[in-house]
């Protein structure tokens, strides 16, 4: 059971004796087996804060401990045995294929020539196989998709062996089904590895369905910590990310775009379909509302307004056009 | 993959120890294999062979190995440090810093009170240190241009500028420096004798010595600064060593045969093409092989009939090429 924890911690970047400090006083606390997310608006401290606890980077005030070691104390081979981490740089080695690059994550482990032992690569092969790669452990990293390289990097963590992993934004660069798949995949990770798994994201709605935590910083108010939906109740999405051109949507753990809305209609029917259509019309300018004149009601396969009966939301929107011009509101 | 390589390394060698006796063979006299077993055996039948081949040929040959293998090595080792595939002593500026070295001590010491410039020791050291100097200078000018052509560009700058000063030194010398100097500039293997070997073979030992020390560290340098410090690798020291090595290795060869041009840049790509591997476990003895065997070449051909050309001439129309050919293909 391992746990990482900040006191006072005060991040930051010094240039030319100034300090710019990003966050102060943050006292944080994580155990194993946890997916965390940290999750804020750009230049809330993502990295910084991510980079801080790598020991890439020095904090300016406040201490780092892993299960009470103070890391800024640690050598720089202690540390890679607490602390493995995947960054948003692209590393492309000629010549090297998915099994050296997972290779890497036992530096800290053999000798001087980096001779692999036996149980290296015993290690190596369980780090892929639990990112579902052990079949591509020939092929030449150059030639991998995003995704896969992906994978790789967090084999190359796994097999570093280390009670923490970090990773920055590792969803950036991929497609849909690839987001949703590492995210799966770490969360499968902290919890089957009891490993401590932080990663910072934009994905917010991933974030919510997979991380056990939220870390939620904000650029003035800190690091607000707790489990998705507790967050959600309490407002603080909606808080953090204030803006007047779109707003978190509580109902789906989306953010859904403030549309000036002109129009009024009241819908009801069927549920599924209700969703669509009231996104749909609120592109359309029209807010739902209870009681409206006009009213509109959504069947399995149709909807009805006015009486007339149309089958596709192309249709609806164009009817409610002819509408509007015969009676503008 | 492992059988591949020890057979790539049986192969190549082989081609050194065929390279190296051809290289004994031929020159402006040609000297039959039977004279060059005669001439080791002690057997003093004919004593003009006898001196050629001991006191001429082979410290000659025995300088293009060293040559060879450590422009390779340091040429690999400034590749993994820059992470830039065109990072090579000659091209970004450190034989110049061994030349600016060498000039000072060749020419200036003129304006000493004691001689300096018959000192070997003297001329290799200044030399080490000239290079040594203009690595940290590039290393440090990297940190702030990412672009492998902007930093060859700064290198050609560094190379320029160490020329400039070479000549402003050369003004204000006498005309025996001056010609003992310019003989340095044309590259020769064949100005080491045994003696300057007896000083060459350990800085090169000691340059190559290191370079296997850091034969894993190198490697995690592969994956970018960062990643190698969350490896554990501690870089400023890292650094420091390999530029360290570097130094010793292009400086000390520099010193004694002056500039020998794109040795350093085509030789690793050679060896990554042949060996196919990034690890530098088995790189370093690919380059001190295929650096030495690619050297020897080049001064094989330099020993045509009639003429001989200096070995920088040849060894530019192989590393050129490679230049041409990994800048189109990186675009």
């Known amino acids: ?329 | 993959m492992y059988s591949r390589n020890n057979l790539l390394f049986f192969v190549f060698s082989l081609l050194v120890i065929f390279l190296f006796l051809a290289d004994l063979m031929w020159g402006s006299v040609a000297i039959p294999a039977k004279e060059i077993f005669s001439a080791f055996c002690g057997d003093r039948q004919n004593s003009v062979f006898t001196e050629i081949i001991i006191n001429f040929r082979l410290p000659k040959a025995i300088t293009a190995i060293l040559a060879g293998a450590s422009l390779s090595v340091a040429g690999l080792m400034m590749q993994t440090l820059f992470r830039n595939p065109l990072a090579d002593p000659y091209i970004l500026g450190v034989s110049s810093g061994a030349s600016l070295g060498t000039a000072l001590v060749v020419m200036a010491s003129g304006f000493l009170p004691f001689s300096f410039a018959g000192n070997c020791w003297a001329l290799i050291i200044s030399a080490v240190i000239g290079a040594a100097l203009v690595l940290l200078i590039v290393l440090f000018v990297s940190f702030r241009v990412n672009d492998i052509v902007s930093l060859l560009i700064v290198g050609i700058m560094f190379g320029t500028i160490a020329a400039a000063l070479v000549s402003i030194i050369q003004n204000f010398s006498n005309p025996d420096a001056i010609k003992l100097f310019l003989m340095w500039t044309f590259g020769s293997l064949s100005a080491v004798t045994w003696n300057y070997l007896q000083i060459l073979f350990p800085v090169v030992l000691a340059g190559i010595g290191m370079a296997f020390f850091l034969q894993k560290r190198l490697d995690g340098l592969l994956l970018g600064e960062n990643y190698a410090r969350g490896l554990g690798i501690s870089i400023t020291q890292t650094r420091s060593l390999i530029i360290l090595a570097t130094g010793l290795l292009a400086g000390g060869i520099t010193a004694f045969t002056g500039p020998i041009a794109f040795v350093g840049v085509a030789v690793p790509h050679i060896a990554r093409g042949i060996f196919r591997t990034s690890s530098h476990k088995i790189l370093l003895p690919a380059c001190i092989l295929v650096g030495a065997a690619l050297l020897m070449i080049c001064d094989i051909i330099t020993q045509i009939p009639d003429y001989t050309l200096p070995v920088n001439t040849i060894s530019a129309l192989f590393g050129a090429p490679v230049i041409i050919w990994i800048i189109l293909r990186r675009k």
């Open chain 1, 1 to 329: 059971m391992s746990v990482l924890s900040t006191q006072h911690l005060t991040i930051g970047y010094r240039k030319k004796g100034t300090e710019n400090v990003i966050q102060h006083d943050l006292n944080l606390r994580l155990e194993s087996g946890k997916l965390v997310g940290l999750i804020g608006p750009n230049g809330s401290g993502k990295t910084t804060l991510l980079r801080t606890i790598a020991g890439l980077l020095k904090p300016i005030d406040g201490k780092i401990l892993i299960d009470g070691k103070h890391l800024l104390l640690l050598s720089q081979h202690e540390k890679a045995l607490n602390v493995s981490f995947v960054l948003t740089e692209k590393v492309d080695i000629a010549n090297a294929d998915v099994f050296d690059m997972v290779s890497f994550g036992r530096f800290p482990y053999n000798n001087w020539r980096g001779n692999l032992s036996e149980e290296d690569r015993k290690k190596v092969f369980q780090a892929l196989q639990m990112v579902r790669m052990e079949t591509m452990m020939h092929r030449l990293v150059s030639e991998l998709s995003d995704g896969e390289r992906q994978r790789v990097m967090i084999a190359k963590a796994l097999a570093q062996d280390t009670p923490i992993i970090l990773l920055d934004e590792p969803t950036a660069h991929l497609d849909v089904p690839n987001r949703v798949g590492i995210m799966l995949l770490l969360h499968k990770l902290a919890h089957t590895t009891g490993k401590i798994i932080l990663l910072s994201t934009h994905e917010l709605d991933l974030a919510l369905q997979a991380a056990d935590l939220i870390w939620l910083m904000s650029e003035n108010e800190g690091i607000e910590c707790g489990v998705p939906e507790d967050l959600v109740f309490s407002g603080s999405f909606n808080r953090v990310f204030a803006s007047n051109s779109y707003f978190f949507n509580e109902a789906n753990g989306n953010f859904s775009m403030n549309y000036p809305l002109n129009g009024k209609v009241s819908v009801s029917g069927n549920k599924t379909r209700l969703y669509w259509t009231l996104r749909a019309l609120a592109r359309a300018g029209y807010a739902a509302v209870e009681d409206a004149p006009l009213k509109i009601e959504v069947t399995d396969s149709a909807w009805i307004l006015n009486q007339k009966k149309v089958f596709s939301v192309a249709e609806l929107l164009d009817e409610l056009n002819n509408l509007n011009i015969r009676f503008p509101f």
